[in-house]
Each structure stands twice: as C-alpha cells, then as structure tokens.
C-alpha cells in the first residue's frame, strides 16, 4: 500500500485530498499537516468526516515525513513549496504540488506573476500536470506542478484543435467564471458573504496569473508565443468553474470535424464528457466530481467556434486532478478514488 502525506491538509483543496485520499483503494493517507491547527483532530476543523478518519494535524516535519511517506502533496501557497520540495525529492519522496511554484518552465514567466524562484533548478525537471494531455510525461515523473482550475477548465478544450490546426491561435478569448471557494479558504473581504451574494463581477481582468500559466501551455502547443485575452468573474456559489472560449476556426474547417477532433482527442479519457452541440455544460453536472464537461457551438457566419467547459475547481481544477496524477504515477487505473456517481441535482 503506496503512503501519502498532504502537506496544508485544512485549506480547501487540502480538505479535499483528504476527503478523496480517504476512499483511495490503493493508498493509505498517514499524515496531514496543518500550521494553524497543529495538534487539532482533521474532524474538529471539517466534522463532515468525523466517523472516517482519526487523524491529527500535525506540524510539518521533514524527518517524519520521510518514515511516513512515499508521496507528498503539497497543498500550500506559493512560495512554500519551492523550499520544501527540494529537501523532499532528495530524501526520495516524489512530490505533487498543488500550487503554481512547479508550472512553468519559463522561470522569468513564473517570476513576472509570482515573486523570485528559490529552486528554479527543478523547473526544467518538473511536469505539468495536465493530466489528459501530458499522461506519458507524468508516469515517470519525481515533481509534477498540478495546474490551476482555470486553466484545467480553459487548455482541456483548446488543446486539441491547435494541436490539429483547427483553430487559429491569434485572437483567443477565455471568459471563465468561479465560485468563491476558488479564492481559498483565508479570510477576505471580497469573499464576504454580504460581498459575493446576489453579485455577479469580473476581477483581476488582464492581470490574473492564471494568464500567464495558459500563454505557456497553449505557446508550447503552437510552437510559437501565443497570448489569450482572458477575462475572470466571480459567481455566487461555493464551488463549480465554467469557461467560455472563442476561437477562429481555419478555413475549411466545420463543426463535424471539431466533434471529431475532440472525439478523437478525448475518447480514451474517463474523465472527459463530450456534449458536443446537443447540451451546454453546467457547473450542477460535475459537483463534487473529477469530470470535465465540454460543448461547442461553431458560428458559421463570422467563422467563431465557441468552447464550453465546466468543472469543479476544487476537484478536477485541484485535489482531483492532483490524485489522477498520483494514479499515473502509480501505474494503476486513473480512476481510483476518484469515480463517485455525481449528484442528480
């Protein structure tokens, strides 16, 4: 039985490692580490699981971790675990990190939206986890940079029409919206309840780092730099992301061959359901689940295809995607732990 460890265990993506680690056939969860609850029980902080797990919070304890751990989740800011991950990989533990420390390549890009790298010598080492694009790559791999439900929930539809030369790159437009657990669970005035309720607002415009993180990928694809004009709002509800993307379709190009792009792309993948152009994707459809739902519509008169995704940005945006990686590396089937029957309503 593989052992794992989450590092940040009381936030909200950690809660739901724990949550998803805790049901895992082949894995056995042996500690959870919090610095503001440490020594506190993990159900005094969420009684939703009392009745499922005895464990403690402890502190972060490198020496402990070594004795207890195979793989390490680090669900903390950024800035954490680059100082951490170093000293785990070379104590042999193999490290998913949850923030965006490990998701560029391009270190001066992950500077220019973060703050200055302390182990930019592992970027070159470290794997995008973008689990249904970059699968092969994570098997073998020691560090994987899980990625950001935005652009999970964004990069998932685009990637396999640029790939194919379906759509152009140039002119790329997200408009993607959140519910409020994606700001995290610290205190914010912006996440007030009389701040959110019957609200409906766009932040961050331009200046979100998630942008960034999407221009690498999608200019990694391309084969050349590629800038996404990308537009984010906050919804009141507590979890659950849909984006919208508008892309020029080449020439030539029709809705069949979008469907069968997509199709061809995604057929294999469990986690992936295509709604093609019968239903729109729904926020309600993948509550609580690992699934990302995907629908288009192609303008025919001003040569505009229009891409759909929904996700739950705590799971598949983070804890979930996080532990299909941990599956890819493990050799077993992707979807252990994480193939609940979603919520009817």
């Not at 580490?33 to 403690?56: E, K």
């Amino acid at each position: 039985m593989i052992r794992v460890a989450v590092v940040g265990a009381t936030g909200y993506a950690g809660a739901e490692l724990v949550r998803i680690l805790l049901a895992h056939p082949e894995v056995t969860l042996t500690t959870v580490t919090s610095r503001q609850f440490a020594g506190q029980p993990f159900t005094s902080i969420y009684p939703a699981l009392a009745g499922s797990t005895d464990l403690v919070c402890a502190s972060y304890d490198l020496d402990r971790l070594k004795k207890e751990a195979d793989i390490v989740f680090l669900s903390l800011p950024h800035q954490l675990p680059m100082k951490m991950a170093p000293e785990l990989i070379e104590a042999d533990l193999r490290v998913i990190d949850l923030s965006a420390d490990f998701r560029f390549s391009n270190v001066q890009r992950y500077e220019e939206a973060y703050q200055p790298h302390e182990s930019p010598h592992l970027l070159d080492s470290s794997v995008y986890g973008l689990s249904e694009v970059y699968a092969d790559r994570i098997r073998n791999a020691r560090l994987i940079g899980n990625p950001g439900c935005y652009p999970t929930c964004v990069l998932l539809p685009l990637i396999p029409l640029i790939r194919n030369g379906l759509v152009s790159p140039a002119n790329l437009v997200a408009d993607a919206k959140s519910g409020v657990s994606g700001a995290g669970r610290g205190l914010s005035l912006a996440a007030h309840f009389c701040e959110v309720n019957e609200s409906f607002k766009p932040y961050k415009v331009t200046q979100h780092r998630h942008n960034p993180e999407i221009d690498e990928i999608l200019g990694m694809e391309a084969g050349y730099g590629v800038h996404i004009t990308f537009v984010p709002h906050l919804v009141p509800m507590s979890r659950g992301m849909l984006a919208t993307c508008y892309a020029q379709i080449m020439p030539s190009i029709d809705a069949r061959r979008i469907a069968e792009c997509l199709r061809d792309s995604y057929d294999a993948c469990p986690f992936v359901r295509l709604t093609g152009e019968d239903r729109a994707p729904d926020t309600r459809n993948v509550r609580g689940t690992n699934f990302i739902d995907i629908g288009f519509r192609l303008d025919e008169t001003g040569g505009t295809l229009v891409l759909m995704s929904a996700i739950d940005n705590l799971v598949k945006g983070a804890a979930g995607q996080a532990v299909q990686n941990l599956n890819l590396m493990l050799g077993i089937d992707e979807r252990a732990g994480l193939a609940p029957v979603p919520y009817p309503l």
